[in-house]
């Protein structure tokens, strides 16, 4: 099973509103990733956490705010959003964030959260 | 700079004409070239890994193979079912999972 599930599907969200992301996981992953998706536009990364510690950020601003409460759950909080952060929301888990080993550095994804700031 | 360039940008193909997708890649200490498919509004699904230079992966009609600077996605006798977004991405000594811009394929009946 390589399910990584993620809620809600879609988030409509005005720009003063304050909403949150969920991503779960239940593999036994330890490293867990948010990435964000224009249209017709590859993933770009937004966040990792190895371990339940934050590893990377892409620079992303400030009215994005990750938490990973425990090894299983990704959360991504929004605040103050823009219409420019309307997009997909992709999150993924890994067994680990790097590895000697291929197969362990294989991110699984979610289906995604279809986001949209008006 | 590390870089990856997936070509063609888009590909219509009839159902059953096979043909063959390029992730031609500039990267220092590569653990790990990935092939996604994505289908529209989906989150990408993983398809194969390749780590070294040689190595070839099959399933179903897909089949990618890796040389030191290049990985193709060869579909055989593709099925309109096949029709998504194929990304390939590579991981590097910087840890980070980086995506080409995509191949668009079409498969038409």
């Known amino acids: 099973d390589t399910e990584v599930t993620q809620t809600p599907k879609h988030l409509v969200m005005g720009m003063t509103n304050k909403k949150s992301l969920k991503c779960e996981q239940h593999?036994?992953?330890?490293?867990m990733y948010w990435y964000k998706q224009k249209a017709k536009k590859p993933p770009e990364l937004m966040f990792v956490?190895?371990?339940?510690?934050?590893?990377i950020n892409e620079s992303v601003p400030s009215r994005f705010s990750p938490e990973c409460p425990n090894s299983s759950l990704l959360n991504l909080h929004l605040h103050a959003l823009q219409p420019e952060d309307s997009a997909l929301y992709l999150c993924a888990s890994s067994q680990e964030e790097t590895s000697g080993s291929p197969t362990k550095n294989i991110q699984y994804f979610g289906a995604g959260t279809r986001l949209s700031v008006l | 700079e590390d870089q990856v360039t997936q070509s063609p940008e888009a590909l219509r193909l009839q159902e059953g004409e096979s043909s063959s997708l390029n992730c031609s890649y500039t990267?220092?200490?590569?653990?790990?070239l990935f092939w996604y498919r994505q289908d529209p509004g989906k989150g990408p699904e993983f398809l194969f890994t390749?780590?070294?230079a040689g190595e070839e992966k099959e399933k179903e009609r897909l089949k990618a193979t890796l040389t030191k600077k290049e990985s193709f996605l060869h579909i055989t006798a593709p099925k309109p079912e096949d029709s998504a977004t194929y990304l390939c991405?590579?991981?590097?000594?910087?840890?980070?999972?980086?995506f080409g811009g995509g191949t668009r394929v079409l498969v038409k009946p």
């Open positions: 593999m036994g992953h330890r490293a």
């Open positions: 991405a590579y991981k590097a000594a910087g840890n980070k999972l980086t």
């Open positions: 390749l780590y070294s």
């Open positions: 956490y190895s371990y339940e510690k934050l590893s």
């Open positions: 990267v220092s200490g590569l653990r790990g």
